[in-house]
């Protein structure tokens, strides 16, 4: 399979990946204001909290891959975004597990008691990490290593096709909390937030938005501008609406973070440090990465 071909089925692996995970990370902003959340132990509204903590840090992780493309590599095709892109998809799936554990749990507590629940998501928990690492291992087939001679500019239109997944790629984080922000708001469980965590929401709410947006920017732009057809322009102008997005849906994801902390455990530390993995991930190492290069 020759190199352009095997970025782009890891960014379609990346992209499906995501779509899995969507489902969770919307699921546990939301649950944090449903009226059954208040029965749940104070432990398990603490695990709950930890629980869409690492689905952030999994979503962020998947995202990772789509900002080295735009910032480090320019949309061109390297063995070394192909390794980067593998690891990532990797490492999102170690904090996936935990946190599909944690949903069973809260989702399971008030029915059948805290013992069974927390043997449901551990048993899903062990369940997800084998089919996801252990049978990885079982077949485990040695890839053949390719050779820098082995890379070739990447052609236009493969350019764009990777660079509209990518978009397609961060659209589902954003979307996973965007509807649920707005649902968040006529609960009655909203109303007794303090008022800065309603200001901050608010805030996030109007970040995420803006995030789909941009998102849907470089398609709209492909087919009212041009018409559908490849240009380099084009190239650069949806490269560069992709890692404008991924500005406010970070700063969208932290603060929405620190609403839901704030909501289950009073303490917003978590939403710092996710804050920090995130700017870590998108910008900070691609940059680094990029600097190193030239």
Not at 110 to 120: E, K, L, M, N, T
Not at 168 to 186: C, D, E, N
């Amino acid at each position: 399979m020759a190199l352009t071909e095997k970025v782009k089925t890891a960014l379609d692996e990346t992209r499906l990946l995501i779509l899995g995970s969507q489902i969770l990370f919307g699921f546990q902003l939301n649950g944090m204001f449903q009226d059954a959340f208040e029965q749940i132990s104070a432990a398990g509204r603490s695990l709950n909290a930890c629980g869409y903590f690492l689905m952030a840090n999994t979503v962020g992780l998947l995202i990772a891959p789509s900002l080295q493309h735009r910032l480090v590599e320019r949309g061109q095709d390297t063995e070394r975004m192909h390794r980067a892109t593998n690891r990532f998809a990797a490492l999102a799936l170690i904090p996936f597990a935990p946190s599909l554990g944690i949903t069973f749990y809260i989702a399971l507590e008030r029915h059948v008691g805290a013992a069974a629940a927390a043997a449901a998501g551990a048993a899903f928990s062990v369940l997800a990490l084998f089919f996801w690492f252990g049978i990885e291992r079982l077949i485990e087939q040695r890839e053949k290593k390719m050779s820098d001679q082995d890379e070739k500019e990447t052609p236009l239109h493969t350019r764009i096709d990777q660079m509209l997944t990518e978009s397609r790629v961060m659209l589902p984080g954003a979307q996973a909390i965007l509807g649920f922000q707005f649902a968040v708001m006529l609960s009655k469980s909203f109303d007794q937030l303090p008022g800065s965590a309603h200001a901050v929401h608010v805030a996030a709410l109007a970040l995420v938005a803006f995030t789909v947006i941009l998102l849907m920017t470089p398609a709209a732009t492909h087919r009212i501008t041009f018409g559908g057809e490849d240009s380099e322009r084009f190239h650069t102008i949806g490269g560069r609406f992709v890692v404008a997005a991924a500005v406010p849906l970070g700063l969208g994801i932290s603060l929405e973070l620190y609403v839901a902390l704030v909501r289950a455990t009073q303490s917003p530390a978590l939403a710092i440090a996710g804050a920090c993995a995130i700017a870590a991930l998108w910008f900070v190492q691609p940059l680094m990465l990029r600097w190193r290069k030239r």
